[in-house]
């Protein structure tokens, strides 16, 4: 079983930006594809960008196009969520989850049911 923990998070003004980081424990971490999600207060959780587990394929949500970029080191069992021109909007609890599924489904990687383990989160506050 994976545990998950991110870290990065913060107070950052309009237009900046934040680099987060996602550490799994264990061996395994190079057999999974991993995905980051956020969840506003009241809103349902979202899809952000997901990373196939050899880092050569990735999708993002339509908000976040252009501006975030996800990438991974398997090396150090660390997945990254680059955030650039950051907009009020995207203030949320970012949590990055793993899928243990052999089969990279580009139909699936954004359900949050896709994936198995989950972080505790970390708090993003962009201010306009």
């Known amino acids: 079983q994976a545990q998950l923990v991110e870290s990065g998070g913060g107070l950052v003004q309009a237009g900046g930006s934040l680099r987060l980081s996602c550490v799994a424990s264990?061996?395994?971490?190079?057999?999974?594809?991993m995905g980051w999600f956020r969840q506003a207060p009241g809103k349902e959780r979202e899809f952000v960008a997901s990373i196939v587990r050899t880092g050569d394929v990735t999708y993002y949500g339509d908000s976040v196009k252009g501006r975030f970029a996800i990438s991974r080191d398997n090396a150090k069992n660390t997945v990254y969520l680059q955030m650039n021109s950051l907009k009020a909007e995207d203030t949320a609890v970012y949590y990055c989850a793993a899928d243990r599924n052999t089969f990279y489904n580009s139909a699936r990687v954004s359900h949050v049911d896709e994936y198995d383990y989950w972080g505790q989160g970390t708090q993003v506050t962009v201010s306009s």
């Open positions: 264990g061996r395994t971490f190079s057999s999974y594809n």
